[in-house]
């Protein structure tokens, strides 16, 4: 199956309002000249902002055809949880999109691997399409625990996924972002990620099927450039990017887009 490339923009804790629609500005301004047949072979586009940057910032970033997207959100409907953002709140906002499980999530709000699953779950139900972030530290690389690390976060969220056969899994993304490459200007080896991204497809297939595993489209993160974006994208199991600081600059982000067209 022919899957669509997506390149994703993580702009994490970056940006105010004004400075996301400078950016949508700039983008569409880069695209404008742009055939509606060299188009056809761009990736998917979207960019993942801050909650106070997403409302008004869907319509400017039509003009470049890319995506909205939330960065995190909360699994409850609604309720009682001083600070969080539920699934209506982004949806009505224009995100399609929401990254779950970041490292950084992760890391410092202490998400464990079944609170995204639980989150995964409430997104597909409502339509949203997850982008699910998996990825084992410097310290599990060393001790050769990368699979079993990558396979647990993956197997947390499809025995969820498994109990719910009405959800459309096929539109669940996964994005490995090995942590000691995030920010840090050092990349996974193309033949390494493509090793566990191919690892994670098995999974899928193993826990929900041939149709899903071959639907189902995983990203590689951690210091992706315009430089080495087709690099990954060469290998037969990664589906796009998902990136963090050269996403930040118009200029760049639509380099990754020239970079990464068929
Ligand atoms: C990220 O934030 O998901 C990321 C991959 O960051 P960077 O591209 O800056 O390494």
């Known amino acids: 199956m022919a899957r669509t490339r997506l390149l994703a923009g993580n702009w994490k804790m970056h940006k105010t309002r004004t400075e996301t629609v400078e950016f949508a500005e700039k983008l569409a301004h880069l695209s404008s000249g742009m055939t509606t047949e060299k188009a056809k072979g761009y990736p998917e586009l979207l960019v993942c902002a801050t909650f106070t940057a ?8 039509q ?7 939330a960065q995190n959100m909360h699994e409850a409907d609604h309720g009682a949880y001083t600070g969080e953002v539920s699934v209506a709140m982004i949806k009505e906002l224009g995100c399609t999109y929401v990254i779950l ?3 950084e999530r992760r890391m410092y709000f ?3 691997d079944a ?14 399409t997850p982008i699910v972030c998996v990825g084992e530290s410097l310290e599990e690389r060393e001790n050769g625990d990368t699979s079993k690390r990558i396979a647990a976060q993956v197997g947390a969220v499809l025995d969820v996924l498994k109990t719910r056969q009405d959800v459309v899994s096929e539109r669940l993304v996964i994005a490995y972002e090995p942590i000691w490459a995030i920010g840090t200007g050092r990349t996974a080896s193309k033949e390494d990620a493509e090793v566990v991204a191919k690892a994670i497809r098995e999974q899928v297939k193993a826990e929900l099927g041939d149709h899903v595993a071959d639907a189902v489209r995983v990203l590689y993160g951690g210091s992706v450039k315009p ?19 050269a ?16």
């Not at 003009?63 to 997207?69: A, F, M, P, Q, V």
């Not at 609170?115 to 949203?128: E, G």
């Not at 430089?227 to 990017?241: C, P, T, V, Y």
């Open 110 to 112: 202490a998400e464990s």
């Open 115 to 128: 609170a995204v699953a639980k989150k995964t779950l409430v997104a597909l139900d409502h339509q949203l």
């Open 101 to 103: 499980g970041h490292s």
């Open 63 to 69: 003009k470049s055809n890319t995506g909205l997207g």
């Open 227 to 245: 430089e080495n974006i087709a690099d990954f994208l060469s290998e037969a199991d990664i589906d796009g990017a998902l990136v963090g600081g």
């Open 247 to 262: 996403s930040l600059e118009a200029e760049s982000f639509f380099r990754m887009a020239q970079n990464s067209a068929l």
């Open 54 to 61: 997403l409302p008004g910032l869907m319509e400017p970033l």
